[in-house]
């Protein structure tokens, strides 16, 4: 299986140390090493790193652990290829422009038999079924709200509606941001933690490290951690049920739905760990 | 004025020769010191770099030098503001997708009343004219052509023709590019230069360094450089003429044309030196 990382803060937040024990998957203490991606939101820009080397060798990887990019809304993903070779353009996350701002994808899964028709707006550039389903999410988010971004609630329903679509293809773990809010989609395995005041000490899974995050803190900040599986092992996490649709906001969750999954699909998916 | 930099190459090729010349105008040789960004082609993937540093302080900047990434197609631009903010979303080059591959453009010069219509499919992010005659050409390339792209002859005259417009609102050089050819567009300054067998020395003028490029190259290779001003002392660099649109194909160029501009606008571009 691939894997997720997003955060979602209340105030720019340095996430290298969530990365670190992240990218660790990536060759060093899992065998995700197919690709590694991340991607930061600064207000409306976004800085997209993708590089198809692992996560524990990339000088991309090692820029991003080093660099403290401060950033509201990040999305990671690390690939073990399942649908699509390794290539740079089938890693994850992926880019795409609606309604003035740049919107990012990052999928765990595998979608079967899923041919949408894509009107040619958005087009994959990449072989996966994860640019795929992205490219049909911003197709049929353009088509619902032709002119202009909704409220965001509105947003979250018309996106619960789309993912109850493709949903039915197979494993659809996501992520998805326009740099205002995270929505974290469960098929199978997803986790998440809010930290707030006041902090505590955190210390990783994947690396021998540990940070009193009421050091680094203020009583304003607020991080949403989303992760396929947990990252540390003294604090915790809670996990999505399977069809829940998540939208965080300043680091807070904001608004929760399920999805429902048919129960042939919901058996199915359990047994498949496959990844694109 | 900001600055272009781009490479076409024959074979994936490492830029870090002329990146160190041309980063070192970003506050160090010269005064671009208000973002900086880079994209790298690998076939059909793009990988895109920007920095709202000095590309002469960036770490961003630092890895890209560092790291040899092998490319036949490079587009890099350093920014001195003159529309728009000194924000991230501003930094060129700028990425959008059309017909199912990624195209990245970069912009030297200064559009005065350039208020286009946009039907939604392409939006600018930031407030830049650049991104806004970016969505323009996009919008026109994919109108003209609906379906898929057309044979790269036939969509450089499409460019010629939407370049021609854009053109009457002032000073338009820029770099465009699908990672299969790389379009240059000289409304002031521009230059060119084409490396190949029997490959010799070349000087920076921005950094004291010489690179033999016989020892690094092949008789296969062949390197197209097209920069806002000459990056090396001791090689014949060629100037573009006002108007002139250049297309480079595997280190080649292929196909010229030239974009009338008007004297009055001609004139006018004489006299500024603003760049957004």
Redesign the interface.
Known sequence: MCQLLGMNCATPTDITFSLTGFAARGGVTDHHADGFGVAFF????C?????NASSATS??AE?VK??PIKSKNVISHIRKATQGPV???N?HPF???L????WIFAHNGDLKTFQPFLG???????DTDSELAFCTIMQALRKRF??SQPPLNELFHALADITREITLHGVFNYLLCNGQALFAHCSTNLYYIVREWPFSTAHLIDADMTIDFAQVTTEDDRVAVIATAPLTDDEVWTRFEPGELLMFRDGKLELRTIVPIPESVRLANAANTACT
């Open positions: 600064e207000e409306k820009a800085r997209l790193f993708i590089d000088p991309v820029l080093r660099y290539l740079l353009e890693c880019m795409r422009e309604w003035g701002r740049h040619g707006v958005y087009q994959p550039v990449g032709p002119g």
